[in-house]
């Protein structure tokens, strides 16, 4: 048994739900084929592993090349359809589930395109599912949100292996650029909704997808002028993007960007407590991190001395036990950290915590780009911090593991489209910190303390498996008897924990990014 059963029966669960529960049998049984057709094709390219481009020099060396994991997108927006149609069935729900299935298709055809050979059947491919998908695209948007996703997958996955060679593998650079058109999909669609233009949703839309833009244009731009030989010429080509920025959400805001800020974070007693909570969690967090530089420092001498002693007798790398120690205990307690963050912001203000989550992802691409180009001055102290959080899979030239991490977290609140329906946060929004924050750590500490019987072929214990699902349901049983959380099938919700636990057990792939993913879906109609 490998991820990818536990991702076929994810797929196969739904469409069965699907197919017998629902009343439009017509799109069940189109959408079935055509994710039916998706599976046979991913597993026909996952075969031949050999000739694949999933192999390339340029992708990060793993026991699998997580290909079936581009079925994951499509499975997020059946999971919303099926919660969607319980309230009265959304048209522009059903268009994002086609775009969505057109992005797996995409990739597809760019492995085919790319194997030897298969240029037939690339544009056999290229013509059915074409077909199929743009027959269900019934706005005149979605054809040009269809054409822009294809190329955004087809030049992303020509182009981020050999920019950012292996940082990802096949499936994670896949999957990453499926979320990126997922995410411009609903933004798009959102603007184009009146009720998304009411209230507070559009100036926080409008904010929110700015910084991220501002931040990423201005990390494109310092790389290509080369600014990171400058720490003045970085800082200077942020600002200069953020001074443009600031005047673009003058237009657009209602009022003054930054009096907005200020109105929108503190008008109410409960996003001050907000505030001020996460405030002093970083500061313990600030305190804690360098705390532990200090001691590890303390280690390094003497870890270094006889770690080069014992490579000397066995000619092998070994790493100081210690700085392995520290570096498992260092993200754990960035997990907690992070959980303390995110359960309070679910509970009291969701909205909230989505405008605060993208501006920190924001902060994160910009300290990134500081420390892979090691901008002089701040990327050598940036670079020491982070080194405390890296494992065997930061082998790139940037670092993913926070990345992932503050994906994993967010993403759910970000895909939900219940995020600004209703001031109480959906089920599926915490599909983040059950499967990462409360899931994958309780797997990790109870698999380390009373773990030892394993999976078969991995690293990864039952027990540790077994009280992860026994933790996400307690958290869940809490959430929904409190009322913080409406469940109305406690047994839905248990088959989603049990997917993502045996996820978090058999996958090679980053399961920062994939667990919640894989949890989301079911959560959504829980």
Known sequence: MDFYN???????????????????????WTISGTVFMDLAMLWLCSRDVKQSICNDKHYRPTEGNGIFLTIIVPMIHMGELIADRMQGENTLMLVQLWLSLGAVSSVIMR????????????????IISSGMIMYHLT???????????FLIIWIGMKHIPAWLPRSFTF???????????????????????????????????????????????????AYMTSSY????????TYILFAVV?????????????????????FESCKRTFLFVTWILLLAITLMW??????????????????????????SNHLECPKNVSAKFTARKMFHIFIVLVYIPGLIVDPVFLFLASIVVFSLFIFVEAARAWQVPVIGHYINDIQMMFVDERD???????????????????????????????????????????????????????IGFLHWPGRKKTIEGTLCSILAQMILISVGSFTGVVTITSMFTAFTGVVLAALAEAFTDQIDNLILPLVLYPVLCFS
Not at 111 to 126: E, I, P
Not at 176 to 183: A, E, G, I, K, R
């Open 245 to 265: 920025a600031l005047g673009f959400l003058h237009v657009t805001l209602p009022e003054t960007p930054l009096l907005w800020l200020l109105r929108f974070t």
């Open 395 to 449: 082998q790139g030239i940037i670092f993913l593991t926070h990345f992932y991490l503050l994906l994993g977290m967010s993403l759910p609140i970000w895909l939900s489209p219940m995020l600004f329906s209703n001031h109480q946060a959906s089920p599926e929004m915490y599909a983040g910190v059950l499967a990462l924050g409360v899931g994958d750590t309780v797997a990790c500490l109870c698999g380390r303390a």
């Open 229 to 236: 030989l400058s720490v003045w010429r970085f800082l200077g």
């Open 111 to 126: 492995w085919l395109w790319v194997a030897k050979g298969a240029t037939g059947a690339c544009l056999s491919f290229l």
């Open 171 to 221: 499936g994670e650079s896949a999957i990453v650029l499926q979320l990126l058109t997922s995410f411009i999909n609903r933004v798009t669609f959102g603007f184009l909704e009146a009720s998304w233009l009411l209230g507070e949703t559009y100036p926080i839309l409008m904010f929110t997808c700015t910084v991220l833009a501002t931040v990423v244009l201005a990390t494109y731009a």
């Open 289 to 314: 991190t360098a705390n532990q530089n200090l001691v590890n420092a303390k280690f390094d001498q003497r870890c270094n001395e006889t770690t080069a002693y014992q490579a000397k007798i066995s």
């Open 6 to 28: 536990v991702l076929a029966c994810i797929s196969t669960l739904y469409i069965i739900y699907n197919v017998f529960t629902k009343d439009d049998s017509k799109h069940d």
């Open 139 to 149: 706005f005149p948007i979605a054809f040009f949100l269809y054409g822009a996703n």
